[in-house]
Protein backbone atom coordinates (compact mmCIF):
# COMPACT_ATOMS: atom_id res chain seq x y z
CA UNK A 1 0.00 0.00 0.00
CA UNK A 2 1.17 3.57 -1.12
CA UNK A 3 2.51 5.46 2.48
CA UNK A 4 3.08 8.55 2.71
CA UNK A 5 5.21 10.52 5.41
CA UNK A 6 4.52 13.60 7.26
CA UNK A 7 6.75 15.69 9.33
CA UNK A 8 4.98 15.85 12.81
CA UNK A 9 8.23 16.93 15.32
CA UNK A 10 5.94 17.57 18.21
CA UNK A 11 4.52 16.43 21.71
CA UNK A 12 2.19 13.18 21.02
CA UNK A 13 -0.54 12.54 23.30
CA UNK A 14 -0.43 9.16 24.96
CA UNK A 15 -2.67 7.15 23.06
CA UNK A 16 -1.53 8.64 19.80
CA UNK A 17 0.83 5.81 19.14
CA UNK A 18 -1.50 2.71 19.73
CA UNK A 19 -4.07 4.87 17.90
CA UNK A 20 -1.84 5.01 14.89
CA UNK A 21 -1.11 1.91 14.39
CA UNK A 22 -4.75 1.06 14.73
CA UNK A 23 -4.62 2.57 11.03
CA UNK A 24 -1.33 0.90 9.56
CA UNK A 25 -0.23 4.00 10.12
CA UNK A 26 4.20 3.74 10.92
CA UNK A 27 5.01 6.78 13.24
CA UNK A 28 8.90 7.33 14.55
CA UNK A 29 8.91 8.41 18.29
CA UNK A 30 11.30 8.70 20.95
CA UNK A 31 10.34 9.35 25.00
CA UNK A 32 11.52 12.43 26.54
CA UNK A 33 13.93 11.82 29.17
CA UNK A 34 14.91 15.07 30.45
CA UNK A 35 12.86 17.30 31.90
CA UNK A 36 14.71 20.14 29.70
CA UNK A 37 13.84 18.31 26.77
CA UNK A 38 10.21 17.73 27.77
CA UNK A 39 9.65 21.11 29.01
CA UNK A 40 11.06 22.83 25.67
CA UNK A 41 8.41 20.13 23.84
CA UNK A 42 5.26 21.79 25.75
CA UNK A 43 6.45 25.28 25.26
CA UNK A 44 6.30 24.65 21.77
CA UNK A 45 3.20 23.05 21.71
CA UNK A 46 1.45 25.68 23.82
CA UNK A 47 1.90 28.42 21.55
CA UNK A 48 0.82 25.65 18.87
CA UNK A 49 -2.50 25.61 20.82
CA UNK A 50 -2.55 28.99 21.28
CA UNK A 51 -2.28 29.68 17.31
CA UNK A 52 -4.84 27.26 16.68
CA UNK A 53 -7.41 29.11 19.01
CA UNK A 54 -6.55 32.28 16.99
CA UNK A 55 -7.11 30.73 13.79
CA UNK A 56 -10.81 28.95 14.89
CA UNK A 57 -13.62 30.21 12.54
CA UNK A 58 -16.48 28.41 14.70
CA UNK A 59 -17.67 28.62 18.36
CA UNK A 60 -17.69 24.58 18.65
CA UNK A 61 -13.65 24.54 17.41
CA UNK A 62 -12.79 27.56 19.39
CA UNK A 63 -14.44 25.11 22.74
CA UNK A 64 -12.10 22.13 21.44
CA UNK A 65 -9.02 24.21 20.79
CA UNK A 66 -9.74 25.71 24.46
CA UNK A 67 -9.84 22.19 25.65
CA UNK A 68 -6.83 21.96 24.15
CA UNK A 69 -4.99 24.70 25.47
CA UNK A 70 -5.81 23.79 29.03
CA UNK A 71 -4.66 20.48 28.46
CA UNK A 72 -1.14 21.61 27.41
CA UNK A 73 -1.34 23.94 30.35
CA UNK A 74 -2.05 21.35 32.67
CA UNK A 75 1.58 19.90 31.79
CA UNK A 76 3.07 22.77 32.36
CA UNK A 77 2.28 23.26 35.77
CA UNK A 78 2.41 19.92 36.69
CA UNK A 79 5.80 19.42 35.68
CA UNK A 80 6.68 23.34 36.93
CA UNK A 81 4.79 21.52 40.00
CA UNK A 82 2.44 24.94 40.47
CA UNK A 83 -1.08 24.17 41.61
CA UNK A 84 -3.95 25.74 40.20
CA UNK A 85 -4.77 26.83 43.95
CA UNK A 86 -1.69 28.94 43.70
CA UNK A 87 -2.70 30.67 40.29
CA UNK A 88 -6.22 31.61 41.59
CA UNK A 89 -4.79 33.33 44.80
CA UNK A 90 -2.51 35.06 42.95
CA UNK A 91 -5.41 35.76 40.11
CA UNK A 92 -7.81 37.44 42.74
CA UNK A 93 -5.15 39.78 44.62
CA UNK A 94 -3.99 41.33 41.63
CA UNK A 95 -7.82 41.70 40.08
CA UNK A 96 -8.94 43.44 44.03
CA UNK A 97 -5.85 45.77 43.57
CA UNK A 98 -5.40 46.29 39.69
CA UNK A 99 -9.37 45.67 38.62
CA UNK A 100 -9.59 43.23 35.50
CA UNK A 101 -10.17 44.14 32.04
CA UNK A 102 -14.20 44.91 31.96
CA UNK A 103 -13.96 48.45 31.46
CA UNK A 104 -11.85 47.74 27.97
CA UNK A 105 -9.34 50.74 28.28
CA UNK A 106 -6.90 51.02 25.66
CA UNK A 107 -3.33 52.49 26.57
CA UNK A 108 -2.10 54.72 24.10
CA UNK A 109 0.93 56.66 25.68
CA UNK A 110 2.07 57.60 29.06
CA UNK A 111 3.77 61.31 29.96
CA UNK A 112 5.51 60.01 33.20
CA UNK A 113 7.82 62.03 35.38
CA UNK A 114 11.18 61.15 35.75
CA UNK A 115 11.86 58.99 38.45
CA UNK A 116 8.51 56.87 38.44
CA UNK A 117 7.28 53.90 38.61
CA UNK A 118 6.33 53.83 35.00
CA UNK A 119 8.91 55.82 33.96
CA UNK A 120 11.40 52.96 35.43
CA UNK A 121 9.30 50.01 34.08
CA UNK A 122 9.16 51.29 30.73
CA UNK A 123 13.21 52.26 30.51
CA UNK A 124 13.28 48.66 31.71
CA UNK A 125 11.16 47.33 29.17
CA UNK A 126 12.24 49.25 25.91
CA UNK A 127 11.02 46.93 23.21
CA UNK A 128 7.53 46.54 24.76
CA UNK A 129 7.43 50.58 25.80
CA UNK A 130 9.72 52.66 24.16
CA UNK A 131 10.39 56.34 24.42
CA UNK A 132 9.09 58.68 22.18
CA UNK A 133 11.32 61.45 21.28
CA UNK A 134 10.58 63.98 19.56
CA UNK A 135 11.76 63.96 15.57
CA UNK A 136 12.76 67.86 16.34
CA UNK A 137 14.85 69.30 19.04
CA UNK A 138 14.56 72.75 19.40
CA UNK A 139 17.06 74.44 21.42
CA UNK B 1 8.60 68.00 36.48
CA UNK B 2 10.52 66.45 33.87
CA UNK B 3 8.56 63.76 32.32
CA UNK B 4 9.32 61.50 29.31
CA UNK B 5 6.67 60.11 26.82
CA UNK B 6 6.58 56.07 26.26
CA UNK B 7 4.42 53.93 23.96
CA UNK B 8 2.18 51.98 25.25
CA UNK B 9 0.10 50.42 22.87
CA UNK B 10 -1.79 47.61 25.09
CA UNK B 11 -5.12 46.87 26.89
CA UNK B 12 -5.02 47.64 30.40
CA UNK B 13 -6.56 46.72 33.77
CA UNK B 14 -9.54 48.54 34.80
CA UNK B 15 -7.89 50.34 38.07
CA UNK B 16 -4.48 51.40 35.79
CA UNK B 17 -5.56 54.99 34.97
CA UNK B 18 -6.44 56.18 38.26
CA UNK B 19 -3.45 54.40 39.59
CA UNK B 20 -0.95 56.11 37.12
CA UNK B 21 -2.43 59.30 37.97
CA UNK B 22 -1.93 59.14 41.32
CA UNK B 23 1.73 58.51 40.83
CA UNK B 24 1.74 61.84 38.49
CA UNK B 25 1.53 60.20 34.74
CA UNK B 26 -0.59 61.46 32.46
CA UNK B 27 -2.06 58.47 30.65
CA UNK B 28 -3.97 58.66 26.74
CA UNK B 29 -6.14 55.89 25.84
CA UNK B 30 -9.57 55.43 24.57
CA UNK B 31 -12.18 52.72 25.35
CA UNK B 32 -12.96 50.09 22.91
CA UNK B 33 -16.46 50.69 22.07
CA UNK B 34 -16.44 47.79 19.01
CA UNK B 35 -16.03 43.93 20.14
CA UNK B 36 -13.73 43.19 17.39
CA UNK B 37 -11.38 45.81 18.73
CA UNK B 38 -11.70 44.46 21.86
CA UNK B 39 -10.89 41.18 20.34
CA UNK B 40 -7.75 42.57 18.43
CA UNK B 41 -6.40 43.86 22.01
CA UNK B 42 -7.59 40.66 23.97
CA UNK B 43 -5.56 38.69 21.32
CA UNK B 44 -2.86 40.67 21.59
CA UNK B 45 -2.25 40.98 25.15
CA UNK B 46 -2.99 37.06 25.41
CA UNK B 47 0.13 36.31 23.27
CA UNK B 48 2.24 38.78 25.41
CA UNK B 49 1.02 37.15 28.57
CA UNK B 50 1.94 33.90 27.59
CA UNK B 51 5.38 35.30 26.41
CA UNK B 52 5.98 36.53 30.25
CA UNK B 53 4.86 33.38 31.40
CA UNK B 54 8.24 31.59 29.24
CA UNK B 55 10.28 34.89 30.34
CA UNK B 56 9.39 33.85 34.07
CA UNK B 57 12.65 33.30 36.49
CA UNK B 58 11.43 32.14 39.34
CA UNK B 59 8.62 30.19 40.38
CA UNK B 60 6.36 32.81 41.98
CA UNK B 61 6.92 34.56 38.58
CA UNK B 62 5.60 31.97 36.71
CA UNK B 63 2.86 32.08 39.30
CA UNK B 64 1.94 35.90 38.72
CA UNK B 65 2.30 34.98 34.99
CA UNK B 66 0.16 32.23 34.81
CA UNK B 67 -2.53 34.28 37.05
CA UNK B 68 -2.63 37.20 34.66
CA UNK B 69 -2.76 34.50 31.33
CA UNK B 70 -6.07 33.10 33.44
CA UNK B 71 -7.51 36.50 33.39
CA UNK B 72 -7.27 37.14 30.00
CA UNK B 73 -7.82 34.13 29.09
CA UNK B 74 -11.64 34.36 31.25
CA UNK B 75 -12.38 37.56 29.53
CA UNK B 76 -11.55 36.44 25.96
CA UNK B 77 -13.89 33.68 26.84
CA UNK B 78 -16.39 35.72 27.83
CA UNK B 79 -16.42 38.08 25.14
CA UNK B 80 -16.87 35.20 22.58
CA UNK B 81 -20.08 33.57 25.07
CA UNK B 82 -17.83 30.48 25.99
CA UNK B 83 -18.39 28.59 29.35
CA UNK B 84 -15.15 26.83 31.04
CA UNK B 85 -17.97 24.10 31.34
CA UNK B 86 -18.14 23.78 27.81
CA UNK B 87 -14.12 23.68 27.69
CA UNK B 88 -13.87 21.48 30.26
CA UNK B 89 -16.69 19.05 28.63
CA UNK B 90 -14.58 19.14 25.26
CA UNK B 91 -10.91 18.56 27.13
CA UNK B 92 -11.88 15.16 29.20
CA UNK B 93 -13.57 13.56 26.25
CA UNK B 94 -10.25 13.94 24.58
CA UNK B 95 -8.92 13.27 27.34
CA UNK B 96 -10.33 9.60 27.46
CA UNK B 97 -10.17 9.14 23.43
CA UNK B 98 -6.43 10.12 23.09
CA UNK B 99 -5.31 10.42 26.64
CA UNK B 100 -2.86 13.28 28.22
CA UNK B 101 0.99 14.12 27.88
CA UNK B 102 2.37 12.23 30.73
CA UNK B 103 4.05 9.48 28.86
CA UNK B 104 6.50 12.15 27.02
CA UNK B 105 6.14 11.03 23.43
CA UNK B 106 7.84 13.10 20.84
CA UNK B 107 6.27 12.31 17.89
CA UNK B 108 8.83 12.57 14.93
CA UNK B 109 7.54 11.49 11.49
CA UNK B 110 4.30 9.51 10.38
CA UNK B 111 3.84 7.26 7.27
CA UNK B 112 0.73 6.64 6.62
CA UNK B 113 -1.43 4.81 4.03
CA UNK B 114 -3.21 6.98 1.31
CA UNK B 115 -6.68 5.80 2.30
CA UNK B 116 -6.40 6.67 6.11
CA UNK B 117 -8.21 9.42 7.89
CA UNK B 118 -4.38 10.34 9.07
CA UNK B 119 -3.07 11.15 5.68
CA UNK B 120 -6.43 12.80 5.39
CA UNK B 121 -5.51 15.00 8.33
CA UNK B 122 -1.80 15.56 7.53
CA UNK B 123 -2.28 16.27 3.65
CA UNK B 124 -4.97 19.61 4.57
CA UNK B 125 -2.60 20.76 6.91
CA UNK B 126 0.58 20.52 4.89
CA UNK B 127 1.93 23.61 5.63
CA UNK B 128 2.14 22.20 9.43
CA UNK B 129 3.54 19.33 8.78
CA UNK B 130 5.16 20.18 5.09
CA UNK B 131 7.95 16.58 4.73
CA UNK B 132 10.71 16.74 3.63
CA UNK B 133 11.43 13.23 3.84
CA UNK B 134 9.09 12.57 0.50
CA UNK B 135 12.18 12.35 -2.19
CA UNK B 136 11.73 8.35 -2.84
CA UNK B 137 9.35 9.08 -5.31
Not at chain 2, 32 to 47: G, H, S
Request: proline fraction near 2%.
Amino acid sequence: MTKKKFLLDKLGRDKAIELFKNDNCDIKFHVIESNEEYLEAITKKIFEELEEVLACTSQAQLIEELGDLDEILDALKKLTKIDQAAINESRKNKREKKGGFEKRIYLHYADAPEGSWMYNYCLENPEKYPEIVDEIELP
Amino acid sequence: MKKARFELETLSRDNFIEQSQKNGCDVTYHTLEDDEEFLDALTQKIVEELEQVFDANTKEEVIEELADLDEILITFKSLVGIEQKDIDTARLKKLAELGGFKKRIYAEHIETPVNSKEYQYYSEKVDQYENPLNDDE
